[in-house]
Structures are given as C-alpha cells and as structure tokens.
T-cell receptor, first 117, second 109 residues
Framework: GAVVSQHPSRVICKSGTSVKIECRSL??????MFWYRQFPKQSLMLMATSNEGSKATYEQGVEKDKFLINHASLTLSTLTVTSAHPEDSSFYIC?????????????FGDGTRLSIL | GQNIDQPTEMTATEGAIVQINCTYQ??????LFWYQQHAGEAPTFLSYNVLDGLEEKGRFSSFLSRSKGYSYLLLKELQMKDSASYLCAALDSNYQLIWGAGTKLIIKP
C-alpha cells in the first residue's frame, strides 16, 4: 500500500493563483522529504529537500520565494507555488524515505499535475 | 561532472527478456536504484544495489559492477503492463541522488 500520500492529484487554475500541495507520510515519521518537478518526457528534477523544523534546502536555480516549502511536522510537508504562471505547469512529486537513512529508497506520492491557464 | 546514461527507448516482445543498461559517473558512490514509472504516474521503487553482483526479485533482476560504473535491469517474461519508463539513479558520496533521464520500454504483443 501507499506509504506517501500527496494531495491534490490535479489542479487547474488561473495565472496568478497560489497553489498548495500537501505531502504526508503514512504510518512513519519523515524528518526529510523531497520535492521534484517533472516536465513531459523528462526525468525527475529535484527542486528542494524539506527538513522538519528547519528551512528547506533548495537546488540551484529554484526560486525560494516562488516555491515555498513548510515541513512543520514529522508527517507533513507542503509546497506552495506562489503566483503561478503557465511556465509553472508541470508534474510535482514528493517523496520520503520510510527509514531516514540516506541509502534507503525514496517512496513517492502519486504526484500533482498542475496546469496554469 | 556527474552523469547517468541510459538508452532513451527500447522495444521488446511480450514474453521475452529485455536488459536495460545504465552507466554512471559520480563523485563517490553509495549505491544505485532502479525505479519504474508508468505514464502520468509517480515512480515506484524496484531495486537497490550497492555491492557487485546480481539481485533477483521475481521477474526483475538488477546487476551492478562498481569497477565499470555499470548496472542493468533485467526483465523476464515480459508482460504488457511492463510498458513504462525505467529510471536509473545513483547515490554519490554526499548521498545526493543523481537521476538518469529514463528508458521508455515499449512492449509489443
């Protein structure tokens, strides 16, 4: 069964809207969660590493003020795409490791398909 | 720089065997993952190798050669539902996951 739950699965909204995506770990605590973006026919691109109780670590080229990450509890991380524009349309996926050891596999949420009109 | 290479696309026949290769160049190495991703869905974990050799899991097996910077995913008795992209990802010395672009596998009847 699923170990990571992501919501919503699909969002369609107007340009300028802010969109919040939730990622929850089910039945385990995740001090670290990961946020990825994937454009059609391309591989996963890590956007940021979300750390419980502290600031997220963003990858080079990812705007911190544009993609706000909050990891307020051990089971929930949120990604807010602020003032979204059509170029932000993409497939956003979160992941977590059931055991917080770095050589453990990441388990992914079902992803959120974001379409900005 | 760090790099993962895998073929863009492969085609195989239902019931057959297919091998998807992956070569990696990373600063340090802490293991290699294979994930399966169906179109429009998130990736699912298939295997992890950190030692040389073959790991078998049912119809899927994964092989690693650290000295050659090489891995492959072997799929036996192919089924139509195996049509998907297969992502290779290596963990570098900082435990950063370096992702390949994925291999799209097309299964024909």
């Amino acid at each position: 069964g699923a170990v990571v739950s992501q919501h919503p699965s699909r969002v369609i909204c107007k340009s300028g809207t802010s969109v919040k995506i939730e990622c929850r770990s089910l039945d385990f605590q995740a001090t670290t969660m990961f946020w990825y973006r994937q454009f059609p026919k391309q591989s996963l691109m890590l956007m940021a590493t979300s750390n419980e109780g502290s600031k997220a670590t963003y990858e080079q080229g990812v705007e911190k003020d544009k993609f706000l990450i909050n990891h307020a509890s051990l089971t929930l991380s949120t990604l807010t795409v602020t003032s979204a524009h059509p170029e932000d349309s993409s497939f956003y996926i979160c992941s977590a490791r059931v055991e917080d050891r770095e050589n453990q596999p990441q388990h992914f949420g079902d992803g959120t398909r974001l379409s900005i009109l | 720089g760090q790099n993962i290479d895998q073929p863009t696309e492969m085609t195989a026949t239902e019931g057959a065997i297919v091998q998807i290769n992956c070569t990696y160049q990373t600063s340090g190495f802490n293991g290699l993952f294979w994930y399966q991703q169906h179109a429009g869905e998130a990736p699912t974990f298939l295997s992890y190798n950190v030692l040389d050799g073959l790991e078998e899991k049912g119809r899927f097996s994964s092989f690693l050669s650290r000295s050659k910077g090489y891995s492959y995913l072997l799929l036996k008795e192919l089924q139509m539902k195996d049509s998907a992209s297969y992502l290779c990802a290596a963990l570098d010395s900082n435990y950063q996951l370096i992702w390949g672009a994925g291999t799209k596998l097309i299964i024909k009847p």
